[in-house]
C-alpha cells in the first residue's frame, strides 16, 4: 500500500477513536430536568463567580429563587452577579463576601446572613481549592483542609438556625470521586501529606472529609427536615491551565478540552440534588452523575465520622454556644 494510504487511515482511525471517547463521555452526562419552581426560596452558594458555582447559580435565577453569591472577591462577584441578573432577568440576586481560609471572616458572614436573611432554603457548599502549595491560613490550619473541609464545616454549623427555621432544606456539598484514593488521619489532620504526590493527595483527603461531614450532618439533622447530601461534578474543564507553559501541561488542557465536561454540564448534578423532587427527604447520600452511590468505606463508619466531627470542632475552636444550633 502506498505510504500516504496508510498515513491516511492512521489518521482517521485516530480522529474515529477521539470522537467515539468524546460521544461515550458526553453521553454519560446526566442532565437535571426537573421543573421545580424556587420562587419564595432562598439559595446560597459559595464560589460562586465562576465555573461549577456560577452555573449552579445561573440555574437557581432561572428558577426564580433570591440567590446569595458567597465569594471571596467582590469584584469577581459582582461581575458574575450581573451577568446573571442579564441572562435570567431575575434581579434577586445578592453577593455576600466570605473568605473560607478565615474563620473571621466565616463567623462575620454567617452572622450577618442569620440575622439579615429571612430563610434559606439551599446551601451549596461548593467552594474549594485545588492543588496548592503546602501553605497555613491565618488561623494557623492547612489552607487546603480548611478552605475545603473546616470552612465549609463551621460555614454550615452557622446557618443551620437558619436552615431548620425554613425547613424542608437542603444542604449540598460538593465532594469529589477523588474522595475513593482520600485517607483520614484521625490524629493528623492538619499536616499535609508532605509527598510528590501530596498536593493531589492532600485534595483528596479534603474531599474524603467532605463526606464524612456529609455522614454524621445527616445523622444529627435527622427528623430536622433539613437534608444533607454530596455530589461528584463529573470531569470538569476548569480555568487553572489558563496559560500553559510546558508542552505537557498543553497537551493535558488539548486534552481536557477534548474530554472533560464543560463547567455547565459540570453543575448538573448539585442542581439536582438540590432541587430535584424525586429525591425529597433523602439525606446522608452521594450523588455522581445524578445517580445515589455508595460512600467510600471510610464515610459509612459512623466512628470515624463522628471522630472527624469532633476534630473538626476543635480545630475551628466551636464554641458551647455555637453548638447549641443540634439541641433544639
Ligand atoms: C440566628 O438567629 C436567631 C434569631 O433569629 C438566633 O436565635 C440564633 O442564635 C442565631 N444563630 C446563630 C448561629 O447566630
Not at 460562586?48 to 440555574?59: E, F, P, R, V
Not at 487546603?144 to 452557622?158: A, D, K, R, V, Y
Request: proline share 2%; net charge positive; glycine share 6%.
Amino acid at each position: 500500500m502506498e505510504a500516504w494510504l496508510i498515513t491516511l487511515i492512521v489518521i482517521l482511525c485516530v480522529i474515529f477513536t477521539i470522537l467515539f471517547v468524546k460521544y461515550y463521555f458526553v453521553m454519560k452526562i446526566k442532565w437535571d430536568n426537573s421543573a421545580t419552581c424556587l420562587v419564595g426560596k432562598t439559595v446560597l452558594i459559595t464560589g460562586s463567580n465562576i465555573g461549577i458555582g456560577y452555573n449552579t447559580a445561573l440555574d437557581f435565577a432561572k428558577r426564580g429563587a433570591r440567590v446569595i453569591l458567597a465569594c471571596r472577591n467582590q469584584e469577581k462577584a459582582e461581575d458574575a452577579r450581573a451577568k446573571i441578573v442579564d441572562a435570567t432577568g431575575n434581579s434577586n440576586v445578592v453577593v455576600k463576601i466570605v473568605d473560607l481560609s478565615s474563620l473571621n471572616s466565616i463567623r462575620k458572614f454567617t452572622k450577618e446572613i442569620n440575622e439579615t436573611e429571612e430563610r434559606l432554603d439551599i446551601l451549596v457548599n461548593n467552594a474549594g481549592i485545588g492543588c496548592n502549595d503546602h501553605s497555613y491560613t491565618v488561623d494557623g490550619l492547612s489552607l487546603t483542609m480548611q478552605s475545603n473541609h473546616f470552612g465549609p464545616f463551621l460555614l454550615t454549623i452557622l446557618l443551620i438556625d437558619l436552615l431548620k427555621k425554613s425547613s424542608p432544606s437542603r444542604i449540598v456539598t460538593v465532594s469529589s470521586d477523588l474522595a475513593f484514593i482520600g485517607k483520614i488521619n484521625i490524629n493528623d489532620l492538619n499536616r499535609p501529606v508532605g509527598t510528590i504526590f501530596a498536593k493531589a493527595l492532600d485534595y483528596s483527603n479534603t474531599k474524603l472529609c467532605n463526606l464524612l461531614f456529609t455522614t454524621e450532618l445527616a445523622k444529627k439533622l435527622d427528623t430536622t427536615g433539613v437534608t444533607a447530601n454530596a455530589v461528584h461534578p463529573g470531569a470538569v474543564q476548569t480555568d487553572f491551565l489558563k496559560q500553559p507553559k510546558t508542552f505537557w501541561l498543553k497537551m493535558l488542557k488539548i486534552s481536557m478540552k477534548l474530554f472533560y465536561r464543560t463547567t455547565e454540564a459540570g453543575a448538573q448534578t448539585s442542581i439536582y440534588v438540590s432541587v430535584s423532587k424525586d429525591i425529597e427527604g433523602i439525606t446522608g447520600s452521594f450523588y455522581i452523575d445524578c445517580k445515589k452511590t455508595s460512600m467510600p468505606r471510610s464515610a459509612q463508619n459512623a466512628d470515624l465520622c463522628r471522630k472527624l466531627w469532633e476534630k473538626s470542632e476543635e480545630f475551628v475552636k466551636l464554641t458551647a454556644e455555637e453548638k447549641q444550633c443540634f439541641k433544639h
